[in-house]
């Protein structure tokens, strides 16, 4: 068995026993420090020293001490080190920290776009960008925050992430995300995304259509299709379409599954129509993908 190349400062990473963690981690130069895989949290990467290259959504950035990452639920990433001593803080976060008593759709309007793995927005924050904010030593707090776990540690952690939250929230608020969320969402609305999201996360596999989807929100098809759009800037067919692909790359860079069978898992009838959606929806080719997120 060959010696470990990745460390961190806990014992074994495992779940996460509080809605919250954070930790430093840290990687020899020319190797993985994380394979390529996916999470439900939200997670940011600050860096501390050595430079890395951070596999992203399909695309590669590379990111030196000062640096930080956002990266967004469902989003598939690896982390590759470049110097022989690579070293950076953890903070992953369920979304779910971030809405009150209860999820409201005024909080929702805010969230919903950072649990979307396609949904854009600006990623990578340098640390000429970000050196003369708060953010370094939010991070920072967060982190000895966790690991010294003093009275009332919980509530100072939440605070701070909903801080470092509200950050990203004001920076980014004018770029356009790729699947952006209407300001005219509503409790309806709301209601009837989940039961939308529940309905394709349980069933994407399979030959679902927006017919029985709108049947389960108790609308018409006419209507249930029309807000759908109207939310979320793309019909249920399109956003199933992207939720089969999302799965798609997390099979392409943790199995060696064909092809076919990929399709057919995420619910695709074919291959080549899987190979026309994935070219369509990340503009390169899914053996391509996988070739880059391996390297």
């Not at 469902?74 to 001593?85: C, G, L, V």
Request: glycine share 6%.
């Amino acid at each position: 068995m060959t010696e470990p190349y990745f460390e961190s400062n806990r014992a074994a990473a495992g779940s996460i026993q509080y809605p919250y963690e954070s930790m430093i981690h840290s990687g020899n130069g020319g190797r993985v420090v994380v394979d390529p895989h996916w999470h439900l949290y939200i997670e940011i990467l600050y860096f501390l020293s050595g430079r890395a290259k951070v596999f992203l959504g399909g695309e590669s950035h590379q990111l030196e001490p000062g640096d930080l990452v956002l990266i967004h639920s469902h989003e598939t990433h690896s982390i590759y080190s470049m110097d022989d001593r690579v070293s950076y803080i953890v903070v992953k976060f369920d979304p779910e920290i971030l809405y009150s008593t209860s999820r409201t759709f005024l909080e929702s309007k805010y969230i919903l776009p950072f649990t979307l793995a396609d949904a854009g927005g600006q990623r990578v924050f340098t640390a000429d960008e970000i050196d003369d904010t708060p953010i370094p030593g939010l991070i920072r707090e967060i982190y000895e925050e966790f690991n010294s776990k003093g009275f009332g540690f919980e509530l100072a952690v939440r605070t701070l992430i909903c801080r470092v939250f509200l950050w990203f929230l004001r920076r980014t608020h004018h770029q356009q995300w790729g699947w952006e969320v209407s300001r005219s969402l509503n409790d309806s609305d709301y209601r009837m995304l989940q039961q939308v999201f529940e309905y394709i996360d349980y069933n994407y596999m399979n030959d679902i259509n927006a017919q029985t989807a709108a049947k389960l929100c108790n609308m018409s098809y006419s209507y249930f299709s029309r807000r759908f759009k109207a939310i979320m800037g793309k019909t249920f067919t399109n956003y199933l379409s992207y939720i089969r692909i999302t799965e798609a790359e997390k099979l392409l860079l943790t199995t060696d599954m064909s092809m076919t069978d990929i399709a057919l898992e995420v619910g695709f009838s074919s291959s080549s129509y899987f190979i026309q959606q994935f070219r369509h929806y990340k503009n390169i080719s899914p053996h391509q993908f996988r070739k880059k997120g391996k390297a």
